[in-house]
Structure formats: structure tokens, C-alpha cells
């Protein structure tokens, strides 16, 4: 690696050059790729309630569905609106009143059930389909329309709308996302470093790397608005290890080699090439455990970083070391004393008093374990943004005024009879916190023959293969109520036709909570067991794997297990990829302290000796890279109105604490009680060199 070292020393000023022109590739990929704001549509593709969504596309031409709300308008201004919506680009269908009978014919013409479910005192409601799918541009655009449509009290509702305001905040907010990330930062590196430069020339090749590894996202098309808003600030902080450890292997190499600063860089770019090979592929491993998600987010977010940290590495030992470089007299010029004093007492203090650390390591272990298992997250996509969104204030209009909360869609086929189907109906609407299911079979009757409905509005609920029911539940979306609706209504359809389907956002999120707690326990085995196996062929050791998985672990229960004590509730995507990202991200400081512990057993140190000096090597090490990652995901955490994100942010940042607290004082005790085991289970460990 000494060749490459040299090569990139020669050629600093080609690196800087290349490096500013591959940006204009990676920004054009970058505004090029399409972001996802749809959480749901990640679901399997092959599950019946996807497969029904897509039925609604193709046969219905319905891929979105809004209930619009509207107050204080008369019925002939209602009507004038809804010729206006019905031209929107992308609204296939409106449906109300005067779909039915003419404006002229009296309301009171419409059966009660349809007309109690449609009107209250003040609001009438109309449906709104869209032909594109619920988070399609096209069908996002026609929402935003409508609202410009009126200046009178218009509620949007539904999935699509909530997309809508969560695109529009989330793209408001990222690029602060990314600003505070940086600002805090470089004030722990100008705090932690000795020179007030060096953390803008990271800045920079940090910055570089991401713009090379959003730009390259361009390959899958597209990817989620949480990847988006989280790989800048996720890729940031992790991957700061490897250019602070560049720069200490660079001072190490200026005392070596005095003067010769290219020499002395071509070292430390070998150095930190094949040191940080092990630290980055157990986090790229990490990272890419999230591919086993049935759930396909995971996915999204482990190769869009996976992507990130190896964009990163590349980096690190090509344009840094010639920013370093070029920069070295303004380097020399902005230096300051050390601000974090020698830690070596601390060392000492740890290796002396291991037991007692051991002692609190068993004592904490069992209320982090059951915080972690006991800790409550919740589906619902609506909690997650803030209650000043238009399409939150409209769900909150659709409960109140219609005590509507979600919106169930029957897919019937057209081959059960007719009396088959009015059985069906009827025991559905009988269920618990349905309030009415309107279908054609609810107009058709006495006062409405099928004769005077319009074709517009039959071929809306009807095609050759199916008829669509609409069912309106009180039940919140991820409740157990609802979710339990949602199997008796099942059942029953079932019970009548077999390739009948019941869809919607409700059912989606059913879907959704039972793929994701399988995807939680697959993605924890296959992240440790990977990371496991690295360490294993890294260190050539049975017992080291074991040790620093536990220890990370424990780092995590504890961090999961907080909010179990708070009484905080968390997004059901914080429990399912925190654990992954944490072991990836902050097993390097393990295996930081392990390397120098190995080096230092295999120079004929004590056991106490190797893991004091190990200690004292890395725990500086340990405490910038720790806090670097704190503060890139701290202030967002604080910052973010989508606690989807905002809540990934505040684990992460406090899992780097935990994290660094639990390998400092816990790693060390646990080095102590297990040496003779770890030299007798790994290989040339312990055995001094020659």
C-alpha cells in the first residue's frame, strides 16, 4: 500500500482537481434521483394488500383515495367546486351528492345511511380518487391544486395528503439537517483537535464523499425521504473515524520522517488503509444486514450507506491527504494547545477497579434487557408529523365531524351472487367501529334505481373482475381495534370469496407491523452474525467475537431501554434498524482498543500492562470519533419535526455516548476477567513476536 501512498503524495494537486470535477456527475445524479415519501409502498410486493393497491391502479384507475372536507359552503358552491377539482390533472373520480341524483332533486331523495355519512350540520364531504399511485408526483401535485382551488375551509384527508406536507417539510428541513450536522461537529473537532483548520479540510472531504454517494443514488432510481435526510448526517458521523485517524497517523509519521511530509503522508495513507479495513467493513456489514428486511426501507438505507462509508474510505486516502498537503503551512499556522488533557489516570483507574465495572455491567445488564424488550413503538405514519400539517388538521376534521379515522377498501369479486354479497355487507356493517359501507348495492333501491345512476360513477366502483366497497371505520389506523376489524373483516370476505381482497392504508399498516417484527429479529441475527464473523477472521479469535458483540449489545439494550423507563414512545423504524446502526457504527471503538490490546500481549506485556497502555492509546481515539457522531445526529434530533427522524437522530446520538462509556470503562473489565481465555482461544495472541 505504500505505492498507492506514494502515488497520491506525487499527484496531490491531479487528486483536488479530479475529486472537483467528479462533483459535477455526482450533483446531477443527485438532482436527478427521485425521493420516496411513501413508507408503505416498501411493503413486499407479492402481499395481497400490494397486489390489491395495484388492482386498484389497473383496473379502477384509482391509485390514491382523499376524503375532502368542506364548511360553511352552500350546496351550489360545493357543486361548482367539484367540477373544478373533477378537472385537476391525475383526479380520475369525484363522488358526491350530485353524483348520485341532480343538484336539483332534494337530498332528502338519498337513503339516510348515505346522506348521514356524507353531511353534518356545517361540512358535507366528497370523495376524491386520483389515477396515480398515492405517492406519485402527479397525484401530490393535484392534492396541492385542490387546496389553491378555494379560499373557503377545504380538509384534504388521506395518505396521499400526509405525503404531500411530509415531502414539503422534509424538504425544508434537510439542508438544515446537513447544517447543523456540520456546525456541531466542527466545533467538537475544533475543540478536540489541535489545529482550527483541520476540521474544514474533514469538512470538506467528508462533503465530498457524501455528494459522491447521494449523486450515485441515481442507480436504484430512487430512494426513501428517512435515507435522504439521514445518509448525510449518518455518513458524517461515521466515517470521521477514519480521517482523524489519518491525521494521527500522519503526526505519528512527521516525527518519524522530520521534514519529509510526503514521505511521511505516503506512510500514513498505508497505515490507515489497512487499518481501517476491518473497522469499515464491519460497518459496511452492519449496514447492509438492513438488506434482509423484508421490508424493503431497510434495504434503501443499508446500500445508500453501505455506499456512503465506502465513498468515505476513498476519500479519506486520496483527496484529504492532499487537502492536508497543500494546506500544511495554514495547518501550522492555525495550531492550538490540546484542550482535552492526558487520560492517561483515567487508564489506570479502569484496569485497577475492573471489578467494579464488571459488578455494573451484570447489575445493568437484566433493566436494559427488559427496557429493550418492553420498550413501545407506534405505526401510525400520522404521528409522526406535526399537528400543524394541513393534511393532519384534515384526519383530525374526519374524526371529528364524521368520527371517521380510516378508510377500508373491499375489492369483491363480481361471481358471488347477489345474495352472497348482501350477506357479506351486512355482517360488515354490523362489526364493531364500522360506521357505514357504501357500495353500489347502497344506492341502488327503491328511491334510486341503477337506471338513473350515472355510467361515470358505476364504472368507478365496478369493472369486469371486481366491485369496490368503501368502509368507513372509527378505529385509528395501527390500533389493535382496527387490526382486529381488519381480520373479522377479512374473515368474512374470505368466507364468501376467496380471491376477494381487503385494502387500504389500514390494512397496509396491519402488514406492515407483522413483517416488521420478523424483519427486527432477522436483521439483529444476520447484523451479528456477520459483525461476529469479521471479528472472528479479523483477530483469528473464538472468544474476542463473543466479548465485543456482547459488549456492543449491552451499549444497545441500554439504549433501547431508556425509553422504556421515559415512558417514550418510538417510531416503529427506530426499533428496527437502531440496533444494526449502532453495533456497525461504534463497534470500530472496540475494536479500536482490541488491536492495540493484541499488539501489546504479543510484545510480552502483562495482561494489565497491555490493556493499561491499550487503553491509554485509544480512549482519546474513542472520545472524538464518539463525539463527532454525537453532535452530526444530536442537533437534528433536536431540530426535525418528523419524529421519524427526529427520534433515529436522538438514539443514534445517544447510542454513540452509550456506546463510548460502555467500551471505555465495561471492554477494558471484561479484557481483565477473560485474557487467559482470549490468549488461549485466538490465534498468536499473547505469544510475543520476534
Known amino acids: 500500500m505504500i505505492g498507492f501512498g506514494k502515488f497520491i503524495t506525487k499527484h496531490k494537486k491531479l487528486i483536488v482537481i479530479l475529486s472537483v470535477l467528479l462533483l459535477i456527475p455526482a450533483v446531477f445524479g443527485y438532482i436527478n434521483t427521485r425521493i420516496n415519501y411513501d413508507i408503505l409502498s416498501y411493503l413486499p410486493e407479492d402481499i395481497e394488500t400490494m397486489v390489491g393497491q395495484q388492482i386498484l391502479v389497473d383496473d379502477f384507475k384509482t391509485g390514491a383515495f382523499s376524503m375532502v372536507v368542506l364548511e360553511g359552503m352552500e350546496e351550489k358552491d360545493v357543486a361548482a367546486l367539484k367540477t373544478k377539482i373533477e378537472k385537476v390533472e391525475s383526479v380520475s373520480n369525484v363522488i358526491w351528492y350530485d353524483s348520485l341524483l341532480d343538484i336539483s332533486v332534494p337530498m332528502s331523495m338519498l337513503p339516510d345511511k348515505i346522506k348521514d355519512a ?82 474544514i479540510l474533514f469538512m470538506l472531504s467528508i462533503g465530498v464523499a457524501i455528494i459522491y454517494n447521494l449523486g450515485t ?27 482523524i485517524f489519518l491525521l494521527h497517523s500522519y503526526e505519528e509519521n512527521k516525527v518519524r520522517y522530520p521534514g519529509e511530509n510526503d514521505r511521511a503522508m505516503a506512510h500514513a495513507i498505508s497505515n490507515t488503509i489497512s487499518s481501517v479495513v476491518g473497522s469499515s467493513v464491519t460497518t459496511v456489514a452492519g449496514f447492509l444486514a438492513l438488506c434482509f428486511m423484508s421490508f424493503t426501507l431497510g434495504k434503501d438505507l443499508g446500500l445508500v450507506m453501505a455506499k456512503g462509508v465506502v465513498m468515505g474510505v476513498i476519500t479519506c486516502v486520496t483527496l484529504l491527504p492532499a487537502l492536508i498537503l497543500l494546506c500544511e503551512k495554514a495547518i501550522e499556522k492555525t495550531t492550538h494547545r490540546d484542550i482535552i488533557p492526558s487520560l492517561d489516570g483515567v487508564s489506570r483507574f479502569v484496569t485497577k477497579h475492573y471489578i467494579t465495572f464488571a459488578v455494573l455491567f451484570l447489575i445493568l445488564l437484566v433493566p436494559a434487557v427488559y427496557g429493550n424488550n418492553h420498550t413501545k413503538v407506534y405505526y401510525d405514519l400520522t404521528a409522526s408529523l406535526p399537528d400543524s400539517l394541513d393534511s393532519v388538521k384534515a384526519n383530525k376534521k374526519l374524526q371529528d365531524e364524521y368520527n371517521m379515522n380510516t378508510t377500508h377498501m373491499l375489492l369483491i369479486k363480481n361471481d358471488v351472487s347477489s345474495k352472497d354479497y348482501r350477506d357479506m355487507m351486512n355482517q360488515i356493517r354490523n362489526l364493531d367501529g364500522v360506521q357505514w359501507v357504501i357500495g353500489l348495492d347502497s344506492v341502488v333501491g327503491p328511491s334510486v334505481p341503477i337506471s338513473m345512476l350515472p355510467e361515470s360513477l358505476i364504472s368507478t366502483v365496478r369493472t369486469d373482475l371486481y366491485q369496490l366497497e368503501l368502509i368507513s371505520s372509527s378505529y385509528k389506523v395501527a390500533s389493535d381495534e382496527v387490526n382486529e376489524q381488519i381480520d373479522e373483516i377479512n374473515n368474512i370476505v374470505k368466507s364468501y370469496s376467496e380471491d376477494s381482497l381487503v385494502v387500504g392504508e389500514a390494512p397496509l399498516t396491519k402488514d406492515l407491523i407483522d413483517i416488521t417484527d420478523i424483519d427486527f429479529k432477522n436483521v439483529n441475527i444476520v447484523s451479528i452474525g456477520v459483525i461476529f464473523l469479521i471479528i472472528l477472521i479479523l483477530f483469528r479469535s473464538i472468544s474476542l467475537p463473543i466479548i465485543l458483540v456482547s459488549v456492543i ?23 428496527v434498524v437502531i440496533g444494526t446502526i449502532q453495533l456497525g457504527a461504534t463497534v470500530d471503538y472496540a475494536i479500536l482498543m482490541t488491536t492495540r490490546y493484541k499488539k501489546e500481549r504479543n510484545n510480552g506485556n502483562s495482561k494489565q500492562e497491555s490493556i493499561t497502555i491499550a487503553h491509554q492509546a485509544s480512549i482519546k481515539s474513542i472520545i472524538v470519533s464518539a463525539l463527532s457522531f454525537f453532535a452530526a445526529t444530536f442537533g437534528v434530533g433536536l431540530y426535525s419535526n418528523i419524529d421519524m427522524i427526529s427520534a433515529l437522530c436522538s438514539l443514534m446520538s445517544r447510542g454513540a455516548l452509550i456506546s463510548m462509556v460502555v467500551v471505555i470503562f465495561v471492554l477494558p473489565a471484561m479484557f481483565m476477567i477473560f485474557d487467559k481465555a482470549i490468549c488461549k482461544t485466538s490465534m498468536k495472541f499473547g505469544i510475543k513476536e520476534n
Not at 379560499?151 to 447543523?180: C, H, N, R
Open 553 to 575: 449489545e449491552f451499549a444497545i439494550f441500554v439504549n433501547m431501554g431508556i425509553p422504556y423507563y421515559t415512558g417514550t414512545t418510538l417510531p416503529f423504524i427506530a426499533s
Open 118 to 199: 356524507f353531511n353534518t350540520e356545517d361540512t358535507t364531504m366528497m370523495a376524491v380518487t386520483f389515477e396515480q399511485s398515492t405517492s406519485a408526483d402527479e397525484t401530490m401535485d393535484a392534492i396541492k391544486e385542490i387546496r389553491k382551488l378555494t379560499d373557503k375551509q377545504v380538509f384534504v384527508s388521506g395518505m396521499s395528503a400526509i405525503i404531500t406536507d411530509t415531502k414539503e417539510l422534509s424538504e425544508k428541513e434537510t439542508p438544515i439537517y446537513v447544517l447543523i450536522a456540520v456546525i456541531l461537529s466542527m466545533i467538537v473537532l475544533g475543540l478536540t483537535m489541535n489545529s482550527f483548520l483541520v476540521p
Open 217 to 243: 443514488n441515481i442507480m436504484f432510481g430512487e430512494i426513501s425521504y428517512i435515507t435522504k435526510a439521514l445518509s448525510a448526517v449518518l455518513q458524517l458521523g461515521v466515517t470521521m473515524d477514519y480521517s
